[in-house]
């Protein structure tokens, strides 16, 4: 796994390091960001990326080998991705933003904040085993807060990087 951190000092310990992503976004995958769409791995810190809540600048990257965390493969053109192009694959536990129709077909409600993995149907979401995974890595963008970014159509959450205090007694 690899951590980068930004320049002012900020640094995640490599202990906090897992080798499995909770979510993350395989190689290739286009998110948007101010220059326009850009694949993940080329985004680094300082990048500012369009979310839900404006160009917020990415504070670190996560990345670590796509083999060692289960995949989804959600299809392009299924209700969660109308507008994509091509199919976008991602960590298990990657969460997806759900709104409207397509949210309270899955939740009962009009928003929804869901894993990925937890929404594979067999038929337009798969979990999956890509052939060329020991290659491929899966990458997950840091943020001051949590955000919702926007790649390959889907809107995504990213949890805002979690630095545990240490308690005095």
Known sequence: MT??????????APALAAMRLPGGLLTGTSVLTAAGPTPVERIGTGTR????????PVIGTLSAPAHRNPLVRIEAGSGLMSQARRDLVVAAGQFLYLRGRTAFSHTGRQ?????AGSLADGIAILRCVLPDAEELRLHRLVFAEPEIIFAEGCELGCAALQVRRPVFA
């Open 3 to 12: 951590y980068q951190s930004d320049p002012s000092g900020f640094a995640l």
């Open 111 to 115: 928003e929804a904040m869901v894993t």
């Open 49 to 56: 990326v369009v979310t839900r809540s404006g160009l917020v």
